[in-house]
């Protein structure tokens, strides 16, 4: 499977929440959190075939229900900052692309031990369809290589940890390659 995790990787990296972009590359990995939303919520008993189905061929059904919330590559590219709203209360702010400020660091200032991706937001845990299990990316540059130490709050060995791995795997060599060293 490991076409599949590519894929994941590749959309975690948009920052997109649906599912179904990865539906359409036969990607199914991420269906049961909101199929069962959907059934919860519906009370309508439907097959998983047929929810995937519904998600990639209408619109207005995979915006209301393809949807994960504010999971992984949304942390990558867009967490979410506060600015003052001028009235003692806060708005949102722009924001923050950690992927973007790891490799222009990893550029600028390779000795750092800041290189930091991070997904575990606790202001949003409650909104995503599944919290983070591989939550913590840290990069380190030593002679001219590039590594990643990955850190996972939950794990299961069969299907996510070789995922989990691999993605790490693929994500080091992207940014090793974006930011010049070897992986």
């Known amino acids: 499977f490991w076409k599949a995790a590519a894929r994941e990787m590749l959309r975690f990296l948009t920052g997109s929440t649906s599912i179904c972009p990865l539906l359409q590359q036969g ?33 207005d059904f995979a ?19 506060y600015e003052p709203a001028g009235d003692g209360h806060f708005k949102s702010g722009p924001g923050i692309n950690q992927v973007a400020q790891v490799i222009e660091s990893l550029r600028t200032n390779p000795g750092s031990r800041r290189h930091i991706i991070e997904e575990w937001n606790v202001a949003e845990l409650d909104r995503m369809a ?42 080091t060599r992207m940014l090793a390659q974006q930011a010049g060293y070897e992986a």
Not at 64 to 81: A, K, M, S
Not at 147 to 155: D, I, M
């Open 27 to 59: 990607v199914t990995i991420w269906s049961d959190w909101p199929l069962a939303k959907y059934r919860r919520e519906t009370g309508a008993e439907i097959t998983q075939e047929d929810f995937e189905r519904r998600i990639v061929e209408d619109e």
């Open 63 to 81: 915006a209301r229900w393809g949807d994960l919330g504010p999971v992984y590559g949304r942390q990558w590219v867009d967490w979410p900052t």
């Open 130 to 171: 599944l919290p983070p299990c591989h939550k913590t990316y840290q990069f380190a540059v030593a002679d001219g290589r590039l590594s990643c130490v990955l850190y996972q709050r939950s794990c299961d060995d069969a299907l996510g940890l070789p995922f989990n791995l691999f993605g790490a795997a693929l994500l």
